[in-house]
């Protein structure tokens, strides 16, 4: 194995201005791998672990967002580190079992650095086909001419040329109005409590599904969802569930205390 470029703890000061250009944990890795001059198949889990970590340091040193997908990979490497130090493990005969803990991390490799080998040819192609610039020959010329006669405005005036421009506008102002803002309907948590209360002052129980389906919309149904959770908190009514699917709501004999009212969400 080829001796690394750089040793465990200690990254290239050039790595401070380059910390940006990695696309994601795998790219790191990779970069990691070809700056130690190692071998993908031959994975130094334990090198490239520290340094992996030590680049998280610096992200963290300059102030930069660590993405969740750097945090997991540091984490796996961790582990993965720690199945490298482990005995490998036995069948019933005594037998080691030749498993290789690195297997699955290798193959994501050798999968991400393919497609992004597929995707640089793929950029340098599109590169080219931009500098690309086909001539034009004398028949295109010929049939755009034809297509767009030349108009002589040498008799036109200034004042001609305003009030046409003021005519485009007004058209473009007709055919494009400005859109129309409609406010949707607001329901508080309040008025949905003092209505549920009322219908419960009769001593009949209220059937909570019929009373949500009776509701205007997803917005007031909402709102006297959150006012039954309140009612329930101040204990003013109890819930009942029925054997044919029914919630049923029941006026408590508590009273509702001066002030409880002012407390719940307008």
């Not at 931009?130 to 010929?142: N, Q």
Request: glycine residues 4%.
């Amino acid at each position: 194995m080829a001796s690394p470029l750089i040793t465990t703890g200690s990254l290239p000061e050039s790595w401070r201005v380059r910390l940006p250009e990695f696309e994601g944990p795998l790219d790191l890795l990779l970069n990691l791998i070809r700056l130690n001059k190692v071998e993908l198949i031959d994975l130094p889990v334990a090198l490239i672990c520290d340094q992996f970590h030590e680049y998280l340091h610096l992200m963290e040193e300059l102030s930069l967002d660590i993405a969740g997908e750097y945090i997991y990979m540091a984490s796996y490497l961790v582990h993965l580190k720690s199945k490298m130090l482990l005995p490998k493990p036995k069948t019933l005969k005594g037998e080691e079992i030749d498993e290789d803990p690195r297997q699955d991390l290798v193959a994501r490799l050798l999968e991400y650095r393919r497609l992004k080998d597929a995707a640089q040819s793929l950029a340098e192609v599109d590169s080219v086909r931009r500098g690309m610039w086909p001539r034009k020959s004398d028949e295109m010329r010929r049939i755009a001419k034809d297509e767009y006669p030349e108009v002589d405005i040498s008799d036109l005036s200034l004042f001609d040329l305003l009030k046409t421009f003021k005519s485009v506008l007004d058209r473009y102002e007709r055919e494009n109005p400005e859109p129309m803002v409609l406010l949707g309907e607001t329901f508080s948590v309040r008025d949905q409590f003092e209505r549920l209360l009322r219908r419960l002052s009769a001593g009949r129980a209220v059937d909570l599904l019929d009373d949500l389906r009776s509701l205007s919309g997803r917005r007031e149904a909402v709102a006297a969802f959150l006012a039954v959770l309140e009612l329930a908190k101040l204990q003013l009514v109890r819930l009942h569930q029925t054997t044919k699917g029914s919630l049923l709501l029941y006026r408590t004999e508590r009273k509702l205390e001066a002030g409880e009212l002012e407390m719940i969400q307008a």
